[in-house]
């Protein structure tokens, strides 16, 4: 369940893992501060039939607490987010200094060089299910599939 917002409830993010909800409750609540819990807690009221409704209390996860939760899991996922992301800064601060200069050919070349380096990872694979892109995913890092 996502609210639409770039957040992402806790029990979504178990099942991209393979893991059990309880579990990743768990551990974030033992790896993260009580105060960055209580902005993340939220609590609303769900129907269960017959007129009944039950108070279900969750956590909505922003994308850094996520990712981080995530990455306690597996730690060569960890490695490939950070490569990622210091080659995507390379990239932005390349092309800011091409867009200063007014040369347009050298923002799109170095675009379209991050484009090529990460574009097995960001395939599209129409009619593949999610259990079979996590699988090429984990492949792609030289691990396993579920």
């Known amino acids: ?23 990743v409750k768990r551990k974030l609540e033992r790896i993260f501060p009580e105060d960055h819990l209580l902005n ?9 039939g017959k007129g009944a409704s039950r108070e279900i209390e969750t956590y909505m996860l922003d ?12 730690g060569m996922l960890g490695i490939e987010v950070l490569t990622i992301l210091e080659d995507s ?3 932005i601060q390349a092309m800011t200094i091409e867009a200063a ?3 347009s050919a050298g ?3 170095a675009a ?27 492949k792609r ?3 396993k599939g579920l």
């Open 1 to 23: 369940m996502s609210d639409g917002k770039g957040l992402i409830e806790i029990g979504e993010l178990a099942r991209g893992l393979g893991k059990r909800p309880d579990n």
């Open 40 to 48: 993340l807690r939220k609590r609303y009221k769900a129907s269960i």
């Open 63 to 74: 994308y850094k607490t996520a990712g981080a939760l995530a990455m306690s899991y597996d």
């Open 89 to 91: 800064l390379s990239t």
């Open 101 to 103: 200069k007014d040369n």
């Open 107 to 109: 923002v799109l070349k």
């Open 112 to 138: 379209a060089g991050f484009r090529e380096r990460y574009r097995e990872r960001l395939e599209f694979r129409p009619g593949a299910s999610e259990n079979e892109d996590r699988s090429v995913a984990l």
């Open 141 to 143: 890092l030289g691990r």
